[in-house]
T-cell receptor
């Protein structure tokens, strides 16, 4: 079955602009979470969506937002971009059943460069 | 708060040899999962192995196995018969049942020498 698809793979934006990243989870996975990866801060949790509801949010400013659609696809938006937002943004989908988590499958990421 | 610590920034192993990557964690959750992920230069995060905290038995996936010491909050990864394709960054991560998020360690960069 198809994996987690993230688009675009690469983005270059200017400070002050906004950006939208997209993530299509594995079919049947209702949970989608987003992570930011930078050399300095490592992998940090941004937020998690389940059935169109944000269940958990990391410690990021309000410029970072997201949403999930009825088909479980998710988008992440960053407004008023700053140089420090340059990072690899990873999306992961997961399947849970009976309270058990069967692991997260990650997409290939979107490399965002802010200039 | 959950934390995951990987104390080895870099490791090196000879091809066909065995290497162990260390990980310690802290969590207040009673129900949690532990994972090892591999990230090669392609950036794709690949699930290597998963451990359910309530299971005493150590998880094994082919050449990969873990040593899960719950009381010591230790979760090390052993790679047997190392192959060149095992060279990558390895991340240890925890997931608490109530938090729905992965907490990652800082990673261990594994080099495999031919």
């Amino acid at each position: 079955k198809a994996g987690v698809t993230q688009t675009p793979r690469y983005l270059i934006k200017t400070r002050g602009q906004q950006v939208t990243l997209s993530c299509s989870p594995i079919s049947g996975h209702r949970s989608v979470s987003w992570y930011q990866q930078t050399p300095g801060q490592g992998l940090q949790f941004l937020f998690e969506y389940f059935s169109e509801t944000q269940r958990n949010k990391g410690n990021f400013p309000g410029r970072f937002s997201g949403r999930q659609f009825s088909n479980s696809r998710s988008e992440m938006n960053v407004s008023t971009l700053e140089l420090g937002d340059s990072a690899l943004y990873l999306c992961a989908s997961s399947f849970t059943s009976g309270g058990a988590n069967y692991g997260y499958t990650f997409g290939s990421g979107t490399r965002l460069t802010v200039v | 708060a959950q934390t995951v610590t990987q104390s080895q920034p870099e490791m090196s192993v000879q091809e066909a040899e065995t290497v162990t990557l260390s990980c310690t964690y802290d969590t207040s959750e009673s129900d949690y999962y532990l994972f090892w992920y591999k990230q090669p230069p392609s950036r794709q995060m690949i699930l290597v192995i998963r451990q359910e905290a309530y299971k005493q038995q150590n998880a094994t996936e082919n050449r990969f196995s873990v040593n899960f010491q719950k009381a010591a909050k230790s979760f090390s990864l052993k790679i047997s018969d190392s192959q060149l394709g095992d060279a990558a960054m390895y991340f240890c991560a925890s997931h608490g049942g109530a938090t729905n998020k992965l907490i990652f360690g800082t990673g261990t960069l594994l080099a495999v020498q031919p």
